[in-house]
């Protein structure tokens, strides 16, 4: 039986091969997925989301750049339609005219699906006619939805359904919302293996490192929605300790202690949040508190009483040696 699967499944790509030889598909990775490009009419943003049943597809169908546009490549995945569809935009093409131009210099495109979306929100999509079924797109206002080898030909109204549902939501949040949509209603034939969400700006930026908002990737993984969720909500909550560290500089403690506060609420069992919310009240003078902070992590890991020790000579704790030998002293309990 495992013999005759095999052989089928090589027969499959085998055909899929002959049948690209004049369309010069045969070296092109599969991403046989469902994804989204959207933008939040509200702040600008501009986001991609993607699953598949195929490793690490995050790389090959999510593109973006702040202040220009979004764009997921995927079925047969020509990668250039990244890069070369954000350039079109930037250089003034509606998402339109570069779908065209990018489809229509493909000799592969019967097997291509494509999505691009502009900074207005503006969008379009292509689907080939060779795409595997179930494949549909659906466009509307300020995103579109698309996938191909789909269990059944609901995900993709599914998807665009929870994106207009969940219009409260911040954009992010929102993608995820729309691929679990999908899921839900069938998902890939093949099952899960991966996922990524990518958020770029409203707004162009000079430094490389700033153009993504939000950058995760699930690279294989038994349910990669969730743990993609899972990371979503991580980073949210050390936006807010970057915002302590920030508030730190500046010397406002008060608004640090509440920004780490709020990341501890979120994830109370991190030691590094609980850590820095504990240096945030000895520097406010509320020592006893950190002292009680302090003891229960050491408790857990005596290497951030070791750290604790260190932060002095950086200029991140300010209080006496007399008070800094208090906070590290080893608890009476023990």
Known sequence: MKQFLLFTVLLFISTLNGTAQNSEISGD???????????????????????????????????????VGVVAT????????????????????????AIET??????????RQLAILGKSG??????????VAEALHITGDNFSVQANMMLNDQVVPEMAKAFTENVNLPLSERV????????KAGGDIRGKQSAALIVV???????????????????????????????LK??????????????????????ALE???????????????RFWKAVALANSDRLQEAKQIFDRIFDEDENWRTMLKRLPKAGLIDVSEEELEMLTRQSSKN
């Open 29 to 67: 990775a599969f991403a046989h997925t469902y994804s989204i490009v959207a933008r939040d009419a509200k702040t600008g943003e501009m986001a991609v989301g993607v699953q598949s049943h195929w490793f690490s597809v995050g790389p090959l169908v999510a593109w973006g750049k702040s202040g």
């Open 74 to 97: 995927q079925s047969f995945v020509n990668p250039a339609f990244g890069p070369e569809g954000l350039k079109l935009l930037n250089e003034g093409y509606t998402p339109e005219e």
């Open 102 to 111: 990018l489809i229509n210099n493909d000799e592969g495109r019967a097997f």
């Open 122 to 131: 503006k969008n379009a999509a292509y689907t080939g006619e060779n795409c």
């Open 176 to 183: 995820i919302a729309v691929l679990k949509a999908a899921q």
């Open 201 to 231: 700006g409203p707004d162009k930026v000079e430094e490389v490192w700033k153009d993504k908002k939000i950058d995760l990737r699930v690279d294989d993984h038994e349910n990669p929605i969730e743990e993609l969720d899972r990371l």
């Open 234 to 255: 991580t980073a949210r909550a050390y936006e807010f300790m970057n915002r302590g560290d920030l508030a730190m500089e500046e010397g406002n403690v008060e608004k």
């Open 259 to 273: 920004q780490y506060g709020t990341a501890e609420s979120m994830f109370p069992k991190n030691l590094e949040m």
